[in-house]
């Protein structure tokens, strides 16, 4: 059982260019997220979704966009990357929303640095 | 907004001991509260949670304990090992909205 993964682990881009983070899970879970982490700092949510069609925005969801077209799979987009961009991406799932459902199982990560 | 956050960013701990570490909320409405543990390049893993109708929950070697009255959450960790070490975040669930993390605690255990 895989779980979250994510992929790429590691990418460079280089200011203006564009890409797309994509995060699978095998769990059959409704709700999918992705968030930023920053040296020093906590987990800051960028978007989520609440099941497959569906999205929604978080803390930080400027100059990002995702979409939720299969119920596995939660990919993120950066149209025109930014060096405030810069950032290690967690994607993470859960099944629903009650007391064990909120508990969010993560990805291994994927560091971006934007040139 | 409201927010989580932690009263001590490092906590340096010799191998045996306990670990205490301290977290503050500040939304009265949450109702159930994650600590989660990272390890150096890797996503955050669950430890332990608790809802809002108890004071104190225990794992393999972990407490979490929950104060109402001041908002105050600590997660204790008996006998700290090396591979302790870690980033420690508590999350919460203010209502009907996603989880808010923590800036979180970094544990160095002391051989």
């Known amino acids: 059982n895989a779980g979250v993964t994510q992929t790429p682990k590691f990418r460079v881009l280089k200011t203006g260019q564009s890409m797309t983070l994509l995060c699978a899970q095998d769990?059959?879970?409704?709700?999918m997220y992705w968030y930023r982490q920053d040296p020093g700092m906590g987990l800051r949510l960028i978007h989520y979704?609440?099941?497959?069609?569906?999205?929604a925005k978080g803390e930080v969801p400027d100059g990002y966009n995702v979409s939720r077209l299969k119920k596995q799979n939660f990919l993120l987009g950066l149209e025109s990357a930014a060096p405030s961009q810069t950032s290690v991406y967690f994607c993470?799932?859960?099944?629903?929303?009650?007391?064990?459902?909120?508990?969010?199982?993560f990805g291994a990560g994927t560091r971006l640095s934007v040139l | 907004g409201e927010s989580v956050g932690l009263h001590l960013p490092t906590l340096s701990v010799q191998e045996g001991d306990n670990s205490i570490i301290n977290c503050a909320y500040s939304?009265?409405?949450?109702?159930?509260f994650i600590w989660y543990k990272q390890e150096s390049g890797k996503g955050p893993q669950f430890i332990i949670d608790?809802?809002?109708?108890?004071d104190k929950r225990q794992g393999q070697r972990v407490t979490v304990l929950l104060n109402k009255t001041v908002k105050h959450l600590t997660l204790q960790i008996a006998a700290t090992q090396p591979g302790d070490s870690a980033v420690y975040f508590c999350?919460?669930?203010?209502?009907?909205?996603?989880?808010?993390f923590g800036k979180g605690t970094r544990l160095s255990v002391i051989a």
């Open positions: 993470a799932s859960n099944p629903f929303r009650d007391s064990l459902g909120n508990i969010q199982y």
């Open positions: 769990m059959n879970h409704e709700y």
């Open positions: 979704s609440v099941g497959e069609g569906t999205t």
């Open positions: 939304n009265s409405a949450s109702d159930y």
């Open positions: 608790i809802r809002s109708n108890m």
């Open positions: 999350a919460e669930i203010p209502g009907n909205t996603p989880l808010v």
